[in-house]
């Protein structure tokens, strides 16, 4: 290898103002992505590449699913299941038995 890599100092740009930009677009556009960030970010002046905003966007760890959830959203606003304090205190009734034994007879 050559003597000049080992001297070699990054002669990267500061990007602590681009991340919290990022940041508060991300916060306050809570479905948008990093092309839409950039988009956003170019129409204030910004002149970074897309590149740049991908992996800054990544480091904070503000990457969308690509999919939408299956179940519904709202099976989190729903109620622990309760636990048996007592025998007998909770009941249940299984139908796919129930209704397999009902059509053997």
């Not at 709202?74 to 304090?85: D, E, G, I, M, N």
């Amino acid at each position: 290898m050559s003597r000049s890599v080992y001297g070699y100092r990054s002669v990267a740009r500061d990007s602590s103002a681009l991340t919290m930009r990022i940041k508060e677009i991300a916060a306050t556009r809570v479905h948008y992505g990093y092309k839409r960030v950039h988009v956003m970010l170019r129409r204030e002046g910004w002149r970074d590449n897309l590149k740049r905003v991908y992996r800054l966007y990544k480091q904070e760890g503000l990457s969308l699913r690509f999919k939408r959830p299956k179940r519904n959203k709202a099976a989190r606003l729903r109620q622990p299941k309760q636990t048996a304090t007592a025998m007998n205190h909770i009941w249940s009734r299984d139908f796919v038995v129930g209704r397999a034994a009902a059509h053997a007879a």
